[in-house]
């Protein structure tokens, strides 16, 4: 699970980069030619796992993670020369989702590159760039599939034809610039463009860098009324700070500012969700451990996705509500409570329900 943070130049995307990490990162960049990214493996911050690991006091504490790369290159314009580069292309398209970093606060220091600070202007123009590469995709691919129905006839021209047509109606909604993101498609056509490197196919969480001063309700920001997409207030410099502060410091901190938590925290989980995915629980003295699943996955594939031999040898599950189990207080008393439930193949996994999967290999 990658998510690609992207943004124009001064946009303080590393800044979100390195508060994320707790690491003081260089701005990515072009280097002969080949396009650099920071990555990190980041945990995704849950306290149902921290109240799960107090409960069975476990050798081992495993949270869910998500890996972020920081993706340079990016600026007005570059879209518009006939798409982007293929480097630069691949390591946006290589990320499940996309992380648009906005910078909506004015620092005399840091000039921004268009003379004045709008959020709105700055969104536009990247969506933009993405609109012009996608565009330029799939007016390539309309030209080959005409080609191939020049020669063909049988089945295959079927096939063709099909995809033909797909490619016709995401051209005209591209060209009203509608994203793809936003066009009604069937799950058949979904599957057809996975192949694709279409960037406004990708969930978008828009996060804005506020400073120390913007308002942090993003309702007091342009809305961005697009499918699969979020947005996020966000203050770059305050969360750089949080970030590298330990335990007592950092709660000190927070208590000072008056935060609950880190916004980062939230933005971590706001991107988790944005990709459709959501968390269930194994539990015991050895570890406690949260696995990530698409929300509407079934048993066997929560099992398949701890291990393949899990899913070949399923059996049944064993499940309990995290809810259930935490007012029980103990695995023993949630069975006597008749809250733990025995489940087949075909059910359906729910955020926070802690399992244990029978098998026989």
Sequence with gaps: MQIGIIGLPNSTKTTIFNALTRSQAATAAFSTGQVETNTAIVEVPDPRVDRLSGMFHPQKTTRARIQYNDIAGLRVGIGHEGGLSGSLLNAIAQNDALLHVVRAFADERVPHPAGSVDPARDIAALDLEFLFSDLTIVERRMERLARDLMRSRDATGRAAQDELDLMLRLKENLEQEIPVRDIPLSEQERKQLRGYTLLTAKPVLIVLNVGDEGSDDPRDYPRYPHRQSAT??????????????????????????????????????????????????????????????????????????????????????????????????????????????????????????????????
């Design 232 to 361: 996020i207030c966000l203050r770059g410099g305050l969360e750089m700070e949080i970030a590298q502060l330990e335990g007592e410091d950092a709660s000190a901190f927070l208590a000072e500012y008056g935060i609950d938590e880190p916004g980062l925290n939230r933005m971590i989980r706001q991107s988790y969700r944005l990709l459709g995915l959501h968390s269930f629980f194994t539990v015991g003295e050895d570890e406690v451990r949260a696995w990530t699943i698409p929300q509407g996955a079934t048993a066997v594939e929560a099992a398949g996705a701890i291990h393949s031999d899990l899913a070949r040898g399923f059996i049944r599950a064993e499940v309990v509500a995290y809810e259930e189990l935490v007012a029980a207080g103990s695995m023993v008393e949630a069975r006597r409570r008749g809250k733990l439930r025995l489940e087949g193949k075909e059910y359906v996994v729910q955020d926070g329900d802690v399992m244990n999967i029978l098998f026989n290999v």
